[in-house]
């Protein structure tokens, strides 16, 4: 089988790196693409399954950090989301521990109604350590009732695409260098047969992995896939990032998401500098006005020209079609709020290897694929959309809006179903998990009416021992951690400047 990957970047290199690696050697793996054609880089945030891809690629974690300027990313925090001067954070990992049949919140709930418990965050392994600044890997050292603390990374994806390329080409993937000026179809079966480059080369191939950007060159524009636009949920259609210096605020363990009159500003910082940018509405604030909000907004000096983006929330209709996948900004566009962007390419990778073709695609395998990657993307977007929807502010006409709109029928579901009765349940595989849904409901005041009868079962004593246990606990093995600052220096090369 003859494998053509058409575009780099971050999607095209975990694509190249990826496949190389697991695939039979007497497959071939090209990858084109065009020195001349730019990347968006907007995923420079992750979740922690990022590491179970480095993993299998078999990364060292100190090589990577220091050769994509590297930090670690314990959650994310949300200022100004509920309402203006309010902050929570989405960490990752679990909140308490359930007891018996009952999950931890519903005890979490009837105490904070007796007086007995603290704010969520208290019993949380991750954000403790994110506020106190502190990092450790591995197994709890204290205590056994706690999981292990999982952690993703923040950043620069044009040097992971770097670092992916080297280790790819290593491997022999074979680079092709060219802007592509026509996709053949095969004329009897429809499929792609191949690209010419502008300069006349030729090259065919059996299957293809479209990691063209926005414009999809083979998924839409030779395959006519279509486009399933969420726009009337996902209302922000304009980004613009910029990269600045870091300023006097010490480096922080997590991704900021900060909502502003007409969007939201994030906030990633690497080891060299920090990245920004601003998502907004085009409809509530113009271009100028949404530069003006972000560089009024940096922590240090602008390091580059800002970078303006348009897009269409939503994604393909078919992201596998014929003998194409479409991975990346290909396969559509979310906006990054749950730092999500790089993880969507690293599931379609992994779902692609699942069902990779011996031969001709067949249909059924196609249909099945893209039935999985909708109920992923979909799932992501009812999350997303939750942020904008549950929201106390109307302080401007875009959360005026944001607040007031209808939403996806099973978001709806899940929020009736927190409000009844505290109940949250993860269907299938969808990404997000209970304790995320958990933090992101109660962070932007959803407040359920009552919690499950089971956890009356402890008597008021019982309950707050119970309660204070787990804090008390989460408190010790946090302040045997590692200083935040330590564990960056100690996971650097020697003689690599921060």
């Avoid at 095209?12 to 084109?32: E, H, I, N, Q």
């Avoid at 998924?219 to 006097?248: K, Q």
């Avoid at 299938?428 to 959803?446: D, I, K, N, P, Y």
Wanted: glycine share 10%; hydrophobic share 45%.
């Amino acid at each position: 089988m003859r494998l053509m990957i058409i575009g780099g970047g971050t999607a095209g290199w975990m694509a190249a790196a990826c496949l190389r690696r697991f695939l039979p050697r007497d497959w071939s793996v090209r990858l084109v693409e065009s020195d001349e054609i730019g990347t968006v880089g907007v995923g420079e945030a992750t979740i922690p399954q990022i590491r179970l891809f480095n993993d299998a690629l078999g990364i060292d974690e100190d090589e990577f950090l220091a050769a994509t300027q590297g930090t670690i990313k314990l959650g994310i925090e949300f200022r100004d989301w509920t309402r203006v001067g309010h902050r929570y954070m989405h960490a990752f990992g679990a909140i308490g521990r359930g007891l018996g049949l009952v999950d931890f919140h519903h005890y979490w709930l009837r105490a904070r109604a007796a007086g007995l418990a603290e704010s969520l965050d208290h019993y949380s392994l991750n954000e403790r350590a994110a506020r106190a600044r502190r990092m450790q890997r591995g197994a709890p050292r204290t205590s056994r009732y706690l999981l292990e603390m999982p952690y993703a990374y923040h950043f620069d994806a044009a040097l992971y695409a770097a670092f992916l390329r080297r280790r790819a080409e290593a491997g022999g993937v074979e680079r092709i260098e060219g802007r592509i000026g026509e996709v053949r179809l095969d004329p009897q079966r429809g499929d792609v047969a191949g690209v010419t480059l502008d300069d006349g080369r030729r090259f065919d191939g059996d299957f293809f992995i479209d990691c063209s950007g926005f414009r999809g060159l083979l998924i839409e524009g030779a395959l006519a896939s279509g486009y399933e636009d969420w726009s009337r949920w996902l209302l922000n259609d304009r980004a613009v990032a910029v990269p600045c210096a870091h300023g006097t605020v010490p480096q922080l363990p997590w991704t900021g998401a900060t909502a502003r009159d007409a969007g939201w500003q994030w906030r990633i910082p690497l080891q060299h500098r920090i990245g920004n940018g601003y998502v907004y509405c085009s409809a509530h604030i113009g271009d100028d006005a949404a530069l003006d909000t972000l560089l009024s907004n940096l922590d240090g000096a602008a390091q580059a020209e800002p970078n303006q983006l348009r897009f269409v929330s939503g994604k393909r209709r078919r992201m596998w079609n014929r003998n194409v996948v479409a991975l990346g900004l290909a396969s559509g566009f979310m906006e990054p709020l749950e730092s999500t962007s790089i993880h969507l390419v690293q599931a379609g990778i992994s779902r692609l290897v699942k069902m990779l073709p011996s031969g001709a695609a067949d249909p059924a395998v196609a249909a099945e694929f893209n039935r999985q990657s909708d109920f992923e993307w979909e799932r992501i977007r009812d999350f997303i959309i939750l942020h904008f929807k549950a929201t106390e502010r109307r302080d401007t006409p875009y959360w005026r809006d944001r607040a007031e709109m209808d939403v996806p029928d099973t978001l709806a579901a899940k929020i009736d179903l927190f409000r009844a009765q505290g109940l949250i349940f993860r269907e299938h595989e969808e990404l997000f998990t209970e304790s995320g849904w958990l933090q992101v409901l109660v962070g932007q005041a959803v407040e359920p009416l009552r919690w499950h009868p089971l956890a009356d079962s402890l008597e008021p004593a019982e309950l707050a021992q119970f309660i204070a246990g787990i804090s008390l606990t989460i408190e010790r093995e946090v302040a045997q951690m590692e200083n935040y600052d330590a564990f960056l220096a100690a996971a650097r090369p020697a003689g690599v400047a921060a």
